[in-house]
């Protein structure tokens, strides 16, 4: 018999991530890899707008279901054999997801997508009504408000089935707008006991496997320039500066303990909402770096500015929303709260540098970083940058 599944504290001490929560993240992998690759392919065909487009739907159900899943076990993960069924169920929505990625770019057919959807959303329901059955009144209310809302989205995304192609894309709009809603509207009695430390652990820790999957990508793409083209004089500097890009975006998010910003639903929202831009930048990174090998190699439909573009785009992207949603809660002064936003103009720039803007935009990121830990070290304050 299952025990009942009660809230956790939100005072709770030592709260970390499980073993099974980050079983669940690695499944995200495969499906982000996915959703990077072919945004790859589509930017080297010369495709730029099929392929960031489909990228921003896919990703953002990757992210989505991610994020629900995270916030809801920061509340009330039980660990009982029926918690961890379910969730096993959701990671296989998540693979069966990662499967349809492929037909969805090329062929527009989110059919995959759609019942891997399914499985994850529906097990999402099912913690939602078990929560509901483990508690009372205000907090009763709350979980059942979760799980008509994502019952009802899980039915409007049969748009991207029933209606022409040529509607996905409103579809896709209204639909993700109610998505995010539903947190909103399930939390305006009764905010869920989700645990500050646990979530800013929690999206730390997929920050990281996005960074990793950007090097593994990149390295990929090396490999295979390598293999078939001997080219080692115009991919070190790419290969140099992807990697100089990398490590400075795990500096830079890890250089503050954004927990203490987390106090209610008011700032979290916006934070967590905002790593859709963060993730979504990220991975983008290690597919521009992709483009970049093929460009050099001439295997690639778009000019060198385009290519250089594929890199400096989503890392000033990913510069400027981690200071806007997350480092500047921890600035002090006008010259700390200026690093990442001059910088990520900076990295920009470095779109005119030729084959060069690569490995310009990793020194430009050094150079971040090396500027926001002197600034930090004179003015003694908690670590920036």
């Known amino acids: 018999m299952p025990v009942l599944m009660r809230a956790r504290r939100r005072d709770e001490e030592h709260r970390a991530s499980t073993p099974l929560e980050l079983f669940f993240d690695l499944c995200f992998v495969v ?75 090329e062929h527009s057919d989110f059919t995959v997508i759609w019942f891997g959807y399914v499985v994850m959303r529906l097990a999402m329901v099912t913690q939602w009504l078990r929560a509901a059955l483990g508690s009372r009144g205000a907090e009763r209310r709350t979980a059942l408000r979760y799980a008509l809302g994502v019952t009802v989205c899980q039915v409007g995304w049969l748009g991207l089935l029933l209606l022409p192609k040529g509607d996905v894309r409103w579809v896709f709009v209204v639909v993700a707008l109610l998505e995010l809603a539903v947190p909103a509207l399930a939390e305006r ?82 934070w967590g909402y905002g790593h859709y831009l963060v993730f979504g930048s990220a991975a983008a990174v290690g597919a521009g770096i992709e483009v970049a090998v093929e460009e050099s190699v001439g295997k690639s439909q778009l000019s060198t500015f ?30 700390q709260q200026l690093v990442l936003p001059v910088s990520s103009l900076l990295v920009l720039a470095c779109t005119f540098a030729g084959r060069g803007a690569v490995l310009a935009s990793g020194l430009v990121a050094s150079a971040t970083v090396a500027v ?11 670590p920036a940058e």
């Open 189 to 270: 009695q009764r905010q869920t006991s989700w645990h500050p430390r646990h979530i800013a652990e929690r999206y730390g820790l997929f920050t990281i496997i996005v960074l990793g999957e950007t090097i593994a990508a990149a390295t990929v793409a090396v490999q295979s320039a390598l293999d078939e083209n001997d080219e080692l004089s115009s991919l070190l500097p790419i290969a140099g500066g992807g990697l100089l890009l990398v490590f400075a975006a795990y500096w830079i998010y890890f250089a503050v303990p954004i927990h203490r910003h987390l106090r209610s639903n008011r700032q979290s929202f916006l």
């Open 372 to 382: 926001g830990v002197t600034l930090t070290s004179r003015q003694g304050t908690a």
């Open 306 to 335: 385009g290519a250089s573009a594929c890199v400096t785009v989503p890392a000033a992207l990913f510069m400027l929303t981690v200071w806007l949603i997350h480092s500047r809660h921890q600035k002090r002064g006008l010259a």
């Open 31 to 105: 499906a982000v890899a996915q959703a990077g690759r072919q945004l790859a392919h589509a930017l080297a065909e010369g495709h730029p707008g099929h392929g960031i487009s489909g990228y921003l739907m896919l990703f953002f159900a990757i992210w989505w279901a991610w994020m629900n899943f995270s916030w809801f076990a920061s509340a009330y993960d039980t660990d009982d054999p029926l918690y961890r069924v379910v969730t096993l169920v959701q990671m296989a929505g998540v693979l069966i997801l990662a499967a349809g990625v492929p037909r969805a770019f």
